[in-house]
């Protein structure tokens, strides 16, 4: 599976004297090249493990992954299909919710809830830049 990095994962900022929209328009930009570096490695990586011609090349029976398991059976290939599948829709999910980000701060709505319009505390806003509403919001049932 993979592990994101430390700048991908969500962690408060502390800004130092920089508007505090700005600094998190430059957290979205970055995340947001980020995530489209790993959205091309996992798409390379499902189309390595779905080449037939690959797998034949590789030196392990495990297929290079070590961790025991054979990945020339069918329901091998399908299971690491279906799990790159995931992580491949995970990454372009949180890419959409990056670019929607990006896209409020230039339509001058960044930072209000979705759902009652309220504006999103600065520290929520800190820990997770592309939030798309308040706390009490999401804590609702059925958001």
């Known amino acids: 599976m993979f592990v ?9 900022m502390i800004f130092t004297g920089q508007d505090p929209i700005e600094a998190l328009r430059d957290v979205l930009e970055e995340q947001y090249e980020q995530h489209s570096v790993r959205l091309a490695d996992l798409v390379a990586r499902a189309a390595r493990t779905a080449d037939p011609h690959h ?11 070590g961790d025991g398991k054979r990945s020339g059976s069918v329901a091998g290939q399908a299971a690491l299909s279906a799990a790159a599948e995931a ?3 995970a990454s372009r999910r949180e890419l959409a919710e990056i670019a929607r980000a990006l896209r409020h701060m230039a339509e001058g709505v960044y930072g209000r809830c979705e759902s009652c319009l309220e504006k999103i505390p600065l520290d929520r806003l800190r820990v997770r830049p592309h939030t798309r509403f308040c706390a009490p919001c999401e804590a609702r049932p059925g958001l």
Do not use: F, K, N, T
Not at 4 to 12: D, G, I, K, R
Not at 57 to 65: A, T, Y
């Open 4 to 12: 994101l990095a430390p700048s991908l994962q969500e962690q408060p």
């Open 55 to 65: 797998s034949r090349s590789r030196s392990r029976d495990d297929g290079g992954r």
């Open 87 to 89: 992580e491949v829709a």
